[in-house]
């Protein structure tokens, strides 16, 4: 891949605007919600506003078939999902998102609320880790509230809450997770913290950054947009949102965060990121699982079913 001629925003299937917004020229089908049970789909699905002022929505799945105990229906754990894209890029209503929270709540089993959060450059961080506490707060109303969302009263376990996400999504678990200290959980409990691939930086190169620069799926120039159109205005890769690593107030709070698991591919530009944070993780007394595979590239799991049947069961035997 050259660098004279590489066009990180064509690559993303972007184009960048003279006022600062981007056109999303690269769009997947997009999947209706069916609430109702359909034929050969293991899962029913339903979409919720929770946020009006910001228009933030989230649709739940839960498995058709609910497991039971001695004819008493079992209570499942809840998955607050962010799915990927760089910050910029897709929904919760996308087909690949729409796929794979369908098979994680028929597959765990679980109850997965997948968040359609605000995208970057037209709201840049925080915007979406708002959206992500906005979630979590909801899922605790629901049994507070006595009119409050079926499916999370009536099959839902709160105490048993994780909160999960591929690359950038991994990234608003960690800012989300630190955030929702700041309020009042109970009844619900957050378990634990699923990272697939989770997306970090900073400014001084790492070693998988330099060797991977031209990565035909997520190039070192393609990275470095991404974060220029997410972060806020003025700031750099060592803005405490994207380098994690580095001094902040974010820092006292990561000793109180829940049992985490952190997977990674070894062919990702990403992966000593990915490594340092788990050593950031373990260094405040966090507990992690770390599983990281020498074969494999960003979001790998996203092309390749087997890999992607691979991170379920790690995922599933994390929660279990």
């Known amino acids: 891949m050259s660098k004279s001629n590489f066009d990180p925003y064509a690559h993303l299937g972007i184009v960048f605007n003279p006022d600062g917004s981007i056109t999303r020229r690269l769009s997947l089908p997009k999947v209706e919600p069916n609430p109702d049970p359909v034929r050969d789909n293991p899962t029913v699905s339903k979409d919720i506003i929770i946020n009006p002022k910001t228009n ?11 497991p039971s105990n001695d004819n008493t229906i079992a209570r499942l754990p809840i998955i607050v999902y962010f799915h990927g894209g760089g910050f910029i890029l897709y929904s919760a209503c996308d087909v690949v998102c729409n796929q794979n929270c369908s098979l994680m709540a028929s597959e765990i089993p679980a109850i997965v609320v997948s968040v359609d959060y605000r995208l970057a450059p037209d ?16 899922v605790k109303q629901q049994v507070v509230d006595p009119e409050g969302e079926k499916w999370i009263k009536n099959f839902g376990d709160l105490s048993r809450c994780y909160l999960g996400g591929r690359g950038n999504g991994a990234n608003i678990v960690f800012h989300a997770a630190l955030r929702a200290m700041d309020y009042n959980l109970g009844p619900m409990e957050i378990r634990g ?16 950054e330099i060797k991977l620069a031209a990565d035909p799926v997520l190039p070192l120039q393609v990275l470095d947009v991404l974060w220029d159109l997410s972060l806020p205005k003025g700031a750099d890769r060592d803005h405490r949102f994207s380098n994690p690593i580095l001094d902040g107030p974010h820092k006292i709070k990561i000793s109180s965060l829940p049992r985490s698991l952190v997977i990674g591919f070894c062919g990702d530009p990403t992966i000593d990121r990915q490594q340092q944070f788990v ?6 007394g966090v ?12 979001a790998v799991d996203v092309v390749d079913k087997r890999r992607a ?7 599933k035997d994390f929660i279990f």
Do not use: M
Not at 56 to 66: E, L, M, S
Not at 309 to 315: D, E, G, S
């Open 279 to 284: 050593q950031l993780l373990e260094l405040n």
């Open 56 to 66: 933030t929505c989230i649709r739940i799945f839960r498995p058709v078939k609910i």
């Open 287 to 298: 507990h992690v699982e770390a599983q990281f595979n020498e074969v494999g590239f960003h």
């Open 193 to 208: 913290l699923l990272f697939n691939q989770p997306l970090f930086g900073g400014v001084q190169r790492t070693k998988s």
């Open 309 to 315: 049947l691979a991170v379920l069961k790690i995922t």
């Open 123 to 138: 709201h840049r961080l925080p915007a979406c880790y708002e959206d992500a506490v906005d979630a979590i707060l909801w």
